[in-house]
């Protein structure tokens, strides 16, 4: 998924239904979808956003604090 994919400006988080930020492929992890109100991440497997509230993950408070850093303009 590319940043200016328009697939990213209409999915939302199945939670609280608000926008989701693109996490590019990194070293360590895979290319994901962020929702930093709830600290929740969605996995993105083979193109295809993992957008069940069963599929995300919680991110711990110092994770949160480095993928603000990676998300600000």
Known sequence: MK??????????CPLDKGPLHLLA????QE???YNPRLRRRYPILDGIPQL???SGEQVPDDEHEELL???AP
């Not at 492929?25 to 360590?28: G, I, K, L, M």
């Open 3 to 12: 940043p200016d994919d328009p697939l990213l400006k209409i999915l939302a």
């Open 25 to 28: 492929e990194e070293a360590e």
């Open 31 to 33: 290319e994901a979808l």
């Open 52 to 54: 069940l509230p069963s």
């Open 69 to 71: 850093k990676r998300m």
